[in-house]
């Protein structure tokens, strides 16, 4: 079996359209996030130290790179976020 290389404008376009094409969002990045209001996290405050695009088919949100506390990280939409009156983020 031989490889070929694809034609130059079909990787362009999924260069275009690669998570790693987006640049970080700076309206988010540095932002603290908090977990769900009700659940034993509501006063937990992670930080945004990126963005993608999200992965869920059709919904066309930023994909927000969380750090927790912990140092464990996650990978929230920002459409499933409320902002809060200090400007940080919630998880709905």
């Known amino acids: 079996m031989s490889r070929h290389k694809l034609p130059k404008t079909v990787t362009t376009i999924i260069a275009a359209y690669g998570p790693a094409a987006i640049p970080?969002?700076?309206?988010y990045v540095g932002k603290k996030v908090y977990g769900r209001q009700g659940s034993q996290f509501e006063n937990v405050?992670?930080?945004i130290t990126g963005t993608s695009l999200c992965r869920l088919e059709g919904c066309?949100?930023?994909r927000l790179h969380v750090k927790w506390p912990?140092?464990?990280r996650t990978y929230p939409c920002g459409k499933g976020c409320t902002v809060k009156a200090d400007g940080?983020?919630?998880i709905r």
Do not use: C, F, H, V
Request: no cysteine; net charge negative; aromatic share 0%.
């Open 24 to 27: 970080n969002n700076t309206e």
């Open 45 to 47: 405050a992670g930080e």
């Open 60 to 62: 066309g949100g930023t």
């Open 70 to 72: 912990d140092g464990q």
């Open 88 to 90: 940080s983020l919630r």
